[in-house]
């Protein structure tokens, strides 16, 4: 069965650094997506990217953040310069031409700020 | 309280045992889906109600969504220990575009 895979599953940084997480997306879907979960709280929504642009972002999402398809099937998050409060598990998830409908996740990558 | 709430936050019961789990929302919404999460996983899709529809099933899963109340349930029948996990519902509302809105999620252990 087609998966959303995440790497790495856990990265450990220091504040200020630069982190970039890696999404490969199930290949005919067209919507891809971050959201994040900081430990014990809710399933936040980050960010929505189609046709090679942002459709919507959270204000969540400030300039620190950005996305990118570089290829044809990666979708990266970059963070520019981390704080303690990014720390959380980053899930990327994906969904075919119904843009409202299911989403599928992938494992999520877990990061750590020092 | 924000769009999609669960309630209760944490259900014990035993393997064999029906989980009820509700969740409340605030604005109108396109659909409503129920999704699980295994601990430190990623979250799993379950069921997706829209907004015309009352009630759905999926083998042992029965959602209702009632609107005038802005609410649903999730009915987990003859549960087994492997169910244990954390449930979220999440909304698609009507302006929202593509984005989800997760509700804080029931903590559901099942014992053997």
């Known amino acids: 069965e087609p998966e959303v895979t995440q790497t790495p599953s856990h990265q450990v940084t220091q504040m200020g650094q630069e982190v970039i997480l890696r999404c490969v997306p199930i290949?005919?879907?067209?919507?891809f997506y971050w959201y994040r979960q900081i430990l014990g709280q809710k399933v936040e929504f980050l960010v929505s990217?189609?046709?090679?642009?942002?459709?919507?972002k959270s204000e969540i999402f400030d300039d620190q953040f950005s996305v990118e398809r570089p290829d044809g099937s990666n979708f990266t998050l970059k963070i520019r310069s981390t704080k303690l409060e990014d720390s959380a598990m980053y899930f990327c998830?994906?969904?075919?031409?119904?843009?409202?409908?299911?989403?599928?996740f992938g494992e999520g990558s877990r990061l750590t700020v020092l | 309280s924000q769009q999609g709430e669960e309630d209760p936050q944490a259900l014990s019961i035993q393997e064999g045992e029906n989980a009820t789990m509700n969740c409340s929302y605030k604005?109108?919404?396109?659909?409503l889906q129920w999704y699980r999460q295994n601990s430190g996983r990623g979250l799993v899709h379950l069921i997706l109600?829209?907004?015309?529809?009352r009630e759905k099933h999926s083998g042992r899963l029965r959602v209702t969504l009632d609107t005038s109340k802005k609410s649903s349930s999730l009915l987990i029948t003859a549960s087994r220990a492997a169910d244990t996990a954390s449930y979220f519902c999440?909304?698609?509302?009507?302006?929202?575009?593509?984005?989800?809105?997760f509700g804080g999620g029931t903590r559901l252990m099942v014992k053997p």
């Open positions: 998830a994906s969904s075919d031409l119904s843009r409202t409908g299911e989403l599928f």
């Open positions: 290949s005919n879907h067209l919507y």
């Open positions: 990217f189609y046709n090679n642009e942002i459709s919507e």
């Open positions: 604005t109108s919404i396109n659909n």
């Open positions: 109600i829209r907004s015309n529809e």
């Open positions: 999440a909304t698609v509302t009507n302006n929202a575009g593509n984005m989800l809105t």
